[in-house]
């Protein structure tokens, strides 16, 4: 298991903020028991050390017109490492990208790729992500419905309590 610097006030801010990163110092501070300001410097601190990356709003997709989900496994062509960092550049800056990991198993990269509809997904494989000269299989999975998404990151190993 990684080894982490956070304590029990800060694992309570890093969970109250996973819930609702809204929430105003006062009320953080309100919510896992300090004053403001102690609760405002383990906040930034959390920050500068990266262990907040970012604050967004999380869009429901369906109500932006984003509303096409696909799963994509992609096998390229060879592993040198240029030719595979030239395609992990090529897809991080592509829009339809929200996900892009490096696996193990039947693929090397697994994209996730939101679009308005299958039209707009047929124009980016065939326009962006077969164009790209390293890929040499794509296989498409289509999510016909979302159970869960985004969920906050489960937290409970870092409790030295469970064991």
Excluded: W
Excluded at 13 to 19: E, H, S, T
Excluded at 100 to 123: A, K, M, N, Q, W
Aim: charged fraction near 30%; proline fraction near 6%.
């Amino acid at each position: 298991m990684p080894k982490t610097d956070l304590d029990a006030i800060d694992r309570r801010i890093v969970a109250a903020l996973q819930a609702d990163g809204r929430l105003a110092n006062v009320d953080l501070a309100d919510r896992i028991g300090l004053s403001p300001s102690p609760c405002l410097r383990r906040v930034k601190r959390l920050e500068r050390e990266g262990y907040i990356e970012a604050y967004r709003a999380v869009l429901r997709r369906d109500r932006v017109g984003l509303g096409f989900s696909v799963f994509v496994g992609v096998k390229i062509d060879g592993h040198a490492n240029e030719r595979a960092l030239s395609f992990e550049k090529a897809v991080v800056v592509m829009p339809e990208v929200v996900a892009c990991h490096l696996v193990s198993g039947e693929s090397d990269y697994f994209l996730e790729i939101v679009v308005p509809d299958l039209d707009h997904y047929r124009r980016f494989l065939v326009d962006k992500l077969l164009n790209l000269p390293i890929v040499r299989e794509v296989r498409s999975n289509i999510a016909i419905q979302t159970l869960k998404a985004g969920a906050p990151l489960p937290l409970s190993h870092l409790d030295p309590r469970r064991g």
